[in-house]
């Protein structure tokens, strides 16, 4: 496999607060959208989706609490 050289990328910060979060909102639409787009991807029941689509928002809200399943309790 033929390896190309990196690329070099300059990027240029935000200066003002409004600027900074701006780019921090840009960020975490982009962010949201893959990880939206990820599970619409996956092999598995709209339930099953919903469901982990909520544990994602809740551990970035930092009030993820697991479930316990049927054979966890047994």
Request: proline fraction near 7%.
């Amino acid at each position: 496999m033929r390896k190309t050289p990196p690329i070099k990328i300059i990027v240029h910060y935000p200066q003002t607060q409004q600027g900074k979060q701006e780019l921090a909102q840009r960020l975490a639409d982009v962010h949201a959208d893959a990880v939206v787009s990820t599970i619409n991807k996956l092999d598995c029941p709209l339930k099953q989706k919903l469901d982990l689509l909520q544990a994602v928002i809740d551990t970035a809200r930092g009030t993820y609490q697991p479930k316990k399943s049927a054979e966890a309790e047994r």
